[in-house]
């Protein structure tokens, strides 16, 4: 988990440092998890941090399945119960390689 922190903690300043402000960082509830609630302009950014040290089993991003899309959406969906909010939502995947590449993949899924 040391590892995930520090990739969050990365993950964070980089969308910082591009205009982001942080809401909340790992907001939990029954239904999952949501590692990084960002606010863009006039938007609410769920953001997923994803790290692989290779890519030998797909690329960070690759990992976000529909299971894993899902289980954002539902805890996004309980965040927004708990803090309602009139902004617009979107899901970002912020993919971390094992070079420390990063790949901010805005918008990077659509919820039913």
Known sequence: ???GGDKERLACSYLERRGLRLVIRNYR????EIDLVMR???????VEVRFRRTSHFGTPAETVDAHK????AAAASHYL??????????????????????????NAFEVD
């Open 40 to 46: 863009d302009a006039d938007a609410l950014v769920f």
């Open 69 to 72: 899309q899902r289980r954002l």
């Open 81 to 106: 119960q708990q803090h309602p909010s009139a902004l617009p939502c979107r899901f970002d995947v912020l993919a971390i390689s094992g070079r420390g590449n990063i790949d901010w993949i805005r």
């Open 1 to 3: 988990a040391v590892v």
């Open 29 to 32: 509830c029954r239904r999952g």
